[in-house]
């Protein structure tokens, strides 16, 4: 296990907050990067930049029309948006077309494993062998 401190000033003293607890370290960065906490903001922001840099790479390979957003994470996404977005675009060829982005905060990851699989079998069978392709 990794842990990192960060230090956030806040109305109180300045105290660590540990990333080392996933959930809560991260959903307290989280929370702070969306009250407007400059440190915070950086953190996130650097890690939606980054997120929508590896869209733009995975996005070069696949062409797809359109990427869901889902996970325990996810909600970073949504603090993060517009850095995502910055991000896709900086490494995005400019000729190719879009990518759409949808944010699933369901907390079931079914759907996730079930897209995962039409897209496996897709890619494997082809488009007109897959399941649920008519």
């Known amino acids: 296990m990794i842990t ?12 660590p907050v540990r990333i080392g607890d996933l959930e809560s370290g991260a959903a307290r960065i989280r929370d702070l990067a969306a009250a ?6 950086r953190v996130v922001d650097d890690a939606g930049r980054g997120l929508g840099r ?16 889902g996970g325990e ?12 977005i910055e991000g896709n675009r900086r ?16 907390d079931e ?8 699989v039409i ?6 069978l082809g488009a007109h062998d897959a399941p649920g392709t008519d």
Request: glycine share 6%; with cysteine.
């Open 4 to 15: 990192v401190g960060l230090h956030v000033q806040m109305d109180e003293p300045r105290r």
């Open 36 to 41: 407007g906490q400059p440190a915070a903001r």
């Open 54 to 69: 590896l869209i733009a790479a995975v996005a070069k390979l696949t062409v797809p029309q359109l990427v869901i957003l």
């Open 73 to 84: 994470g996810v909600r970073r996404a949504d603090v993060a948006a517009d850095a995502v």
């Open 91 to 106: 490494d995005r060829d400019p000729l190719a077309s879009g990518v759409e982005f949808i944010v699933n905060h369901t």
């Open 109 to 116: 990851p079914q759907w996730c494993r079930g897209a995962a």
């Open 119 to 124: 897209a496996i079998q897709t890619y494997v």
